[in-house]
């Protein structure tokens, strides 16, 4: 890999023992069509991951059950011997059924044998970030975390994990979680039209803990979107560009991890990011989410 002069964005963060980009990347998309399968193009989706580790990013999210195994084996293909900056976060929590749906995985047996998954997908011997996925695809659902929680914990005890974190998870959740060992990042849903963890977001940058938002535009009504795509045109950029700038002005805990299976794609979002979005802007973007 050669490294280019690409500037990201955001600057760094400092995620348990890793100083890493705030601009980071999300492998989900390098799967088939329903994040099943392997990739159309399986040399485009290495080139992918090595521009995104050439340009400096050093944060990249996965999780075993993106293919199944397909975009960890990826990963691995492509990076590995990982390079030291690199930090590689992964989930647990759940599966994959026959259908392609995502039903939850969270008893011991499950969670253990889970993170054996990861580890032997992306070929290392102790996993750098693991978030506990809570809830189901409609979001988070309010339950107890504790056993599924200190499953993970006892996994980190015997050296196979290094840090936690939880993912779409309620304000309770994380707090729960937290009572029974530290946390360095939550992973939920976030952005300027779905705002419900505006005070979550605030405590957790007191705390020094990482918010990683995903979907940046998902759920958004016609109107919110109208609305976006009115001020990115008066910016002369895309939805996506002021969506992306947004999350990083908003609070300097926010970790990106935006998507795409496109060395190109990446490249424009990396350069949308970096947007700078002055009062005026922040105030109108801000009644997106308005009642």
Known sequence: MN???????????????????????????????????????????????????GVGITHIDTAETYGPRVVNELIREALHPYPAELLIATKAGGRRDAQGGWPAARKPDELKAQIDDNLETLGVDVLDLVHLRLGDANGPVPEPVTEAFETLVDLQRQGLIRHLGVSNATAEQVEEAQAIAPIVSVQNMYNLANRGDDALIDRLAGEGIAYIPFFPLGGFSPLQSDALTAVAARLDASPMSVALAWLLQRSPNILLIPGTSSVAHLRENIAGAALTLAEADLAELDRIAAP
């Open 3 to 53: 490294p280019t002069t690409l500037e990201l964005p955001g600057g760094t963060w400092t995620l348990g023992d890793h100083t890493v980009s705030r601009f980071g990347y999300g492998a989900m998309q390098l799967a088939g069509p329903w994040v099943v399968g392997p990739p159309k193009d399986h040399d485009a989706a290495l080139a992918v991951l090595r521009e995104a580790a």
